[in-house]
């Protein structure tokens, strides 16, 4: 159980193109979902959280107009990466609460996302 | 600030060779401490949630341990199959949020 998939797995875009990344929990409904972006040999940093059926939270220096949060359902949520540039080539990953007990966060496997 | 210190960056060890990892950490009001495996190119694996100075939390050959400041990873007799990146998050009371340290990454040679 507490199973989180994401798609694509790797994308490659070029500079100026907008790159949508899906985060689904497949077998437990999630009541808050959040994107990190994790640098080689960084941390996991904390992009955004996200609330079924309302406006996504961003951290502190993360563009809201840039990176675009839509949770759609209560096992959706969508990463939209607008007019992408190199410096955004990142690994995204999204976690999911809900699928087991209260605090545990379940993450996707990661989007590796490069941009020529 | 929340911050989460993990060390060492890096840790070989030989297959049966046990040893510990460290978290060191400060948060205003821990919430939870928890404990991810993570594999090259792939998302974070939940271990462990340890929430009061004292718990101790077992899996396989993995127990991890929370005092006030710092949680260590103890592994016994590690297999090649342990080796990943482990990282360690704080919660904060009240708040959903997960901050992360930078990981260890452990390499267990046979």
């Known amino acids: 159980g507490a199973v989180v998939s994401q798609h694509p797995s790797r994308v490659i875009c070029k500079s100026g193109t907008s790159v949508k990344i899906e985060c689904r929990s497949l077998?437990?409904?999630?009541?808050?979902m959040f994107w990190y972006r994790q640098f080689p040999k960084q941390s996991l940093m904390l992009m955004a959280t996200s609330n079924e059926g309302s406006k996504a939270t961003y951290e502190q220096g993360v563009e809201k107009d840039k990176f675009l949060i839509n949770h759609a359902s209560l096992t959706l949520s969508t990463l939209t990466v607008t007019s992408a540039h190199p410096e955004d080539s990142s690994f995204y990953i999204c976690?999911?609460?809900?699928?087991?007990?209260?605090?545990?966060?379940?993450f996707g496997p990661g989007t590796r996302l490069t941009v020529t | 600030e929340d911050q989460v210190t993990q060390s060492p960056e890096a840790l070989r060890l030989q297959e049966g060779e046990s040893s510990s990892l460290n978290c060191s950490y400060t948060?205003?009001?821990?919430?939870?401490l928890f404990w991810y495996r993570q594999d090259p190119g792939k998302g974070p694996e939940f271990l462990f949630t340890l929430y009061s100075a004292g718990e101790e939390k077992e899996k396989e050959r993995l127990k991890a341990t929370l005092t006030k400041k710092e949680s260590f990873l103890h592994i016994t007799a590690p297999k090649p199959e342990d080796s990943a990146t482990y990282l360690c998050a704080v919660q904060r009371g009240g708040s959903e949020k997960l901050v992360f340290g930078k990981g260890t990454k452990l390499t267990v040679n046979p």
């Open positions: 976690s999911a609460l809900g699928g087991g007990a209260m605090d545990e966060q379940y």
């Open positions: 077998d437990f409904q999630a009541t808050t």
């Open positions: 948060v205003s009001g821990l919430r939870g």
